[in-house]
Each structure stands twice: as structure tokens, then as C-alpha cells.
């Protein structure tokens, strides 16, 4: 089997394999295209936690980001940890030569364990510049509210953030309510003229780690393969779903889920 598509991973690293870079290369395969990375930092961590993160220059981000698409051109890009402000600047620079059309940017702002992955000054920048240069931005809750300043306890919560976020220049948002107390999942995509709510059922695991990660990178497979970015978002939310569901119960802590159920997305994928 040939790879459908090729897609640029700008993300950090996870040791652990179950976030990050890993989750995001994991997913893309297992989805049937072709992963090139630009490795924004390298974080040493388990499943109970982040030990250390060691930020890569922003200059050999670019580097790593122009040097392989130039030679291997990405039909779309997914975006994960940004930690400073230098180095969002460089990724925008970067998507300006570069030029690709699909982008899904996922604002990762903590660890499952509570580590911060990013400071206060790259999320204003985020929110000014780059939340307006992508596709698709997928905040989780706490995301959302940082993002927005609005505090987020219900689906109407969820809305009103989603269209602030819209109101800021984001395209499509997709907001996820997996952190809320509610009987099933129920995540909120909208952009200026759609509203869909997908709605999941909540499987009550510790092992959610990357979640956020795969999500990301799999409604970005989908979408560099010719899906709309509403059904994109609505066969990624199947795979983490049966990815949490069938999750292999490793580590201590907050363990991985698992990237190799694609199958049954597949035969509706084709
Ligand atoms: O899930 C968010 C995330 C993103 N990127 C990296 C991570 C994590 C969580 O641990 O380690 C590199």
C-alpha cells in the first residue's frame, strides 16, 4: 500500500511515546500517509508525568520545517507544542514560504500530568497571529478558556467560546468537552456559518494520554486526503474514541491509548 498523502508534524517530542511527535507519527501511519517531523522540543517523561523539556532553537525548527517539505512537499500540516513566543514567529515564517493549505493547529498548553508546555507571552501571539493562518484550532476546555477568558461549565459555555474564537480570525473550531462532568462526550465544531455537536460515549479510563495529539493528527490525515474539515473532525473523534476504548494499560500513571485501531475507520475512509 502507497501512502495517501504526505503530512509536516510540527510538535514536541514525548519520551514516552504516547503524545507528541510519537502520537502524531503513530496515528498519520496507522491512517495510511506519510509523516515528515520538524521537533519543536524534546521532553523526557513518563506516564505519571514530565521530568524535563528541552527547547530546540527556533532557527533549526524553520530549518527542520523548510529543509525536508522543499524536498518532500506536504499536502497539509499539523501543529502541536509551541513553547515560546521566538518560536511561533519562526513557524510563521515558515508557513509563509512554505504556503500549504491545510493546516490544523492544536494549542497545547498542559500535560495530562499538569506541566506547562507553553508560556503566557507565545499564547498571546498564538492567539493573535497563528489561530488566523490555519484551518482548524481544537482547544480542550481549559485551552478554550484561556484562550477566550470565558469560563467554560456547559455545551452554551462551549458555543459562546467557540464563537469568540471565530470572532478572533479562527476559521474552524473544534472544542472538545471531554474535561466537563457529563454522561457522554460532546464535542462542539463551528465556524461562521455551521454548527455540529458530536456527540461520543465517554469511556471512563486513566489512559488518556495524547488524546489530544492523535485527535489532531488524525482529523489532519482526513483532511489532507479530500475530506471537508467537518467530516475530518468527525472521523478523528471516532478514532481516538475507539483508540481510548482499546487502549493497551501501560505505564503507572496516565498511559497511552491505541494508534493501531484504524481498521474499521479505514473501510470508510477508502
Ligand atoms: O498532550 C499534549 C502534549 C503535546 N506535546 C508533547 C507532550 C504532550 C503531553 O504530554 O508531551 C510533546
Redesign the pocket.
Known sequence: MKPKSKILII????SSGG???QADIKTITSLGSYALTAIT?V?I?DTLG?RSVIPIKPNDIKDQIIYSSKDIKPDAIKI??LHSKNVIKKVLESLKILRIKKIVLDP?MV??GGAK?INKEAIKILKSSLIKKVDLITPNIPEAEFLTGIKIDNKEDMILAANQLIKDGAKNVLIKGGHLNTKKIEDIFLNKTDIKIFVSKKHNSNNT??T??TLSSAITTFFSCGKSIKKACELGIKYVNSAILTNPNYGKGHGPINHLNSIKIKSKFK
Do not use: N
Not at 11 to 14: N, T
Open positions: 510538535a514536541g517530542s514525548d503524545a507528541g511527535i522540543a521532553t517523561q514530565v502541536g507544542m497545547v500535560a495530562k508546555l494520554h495524547g489530544g495529539c
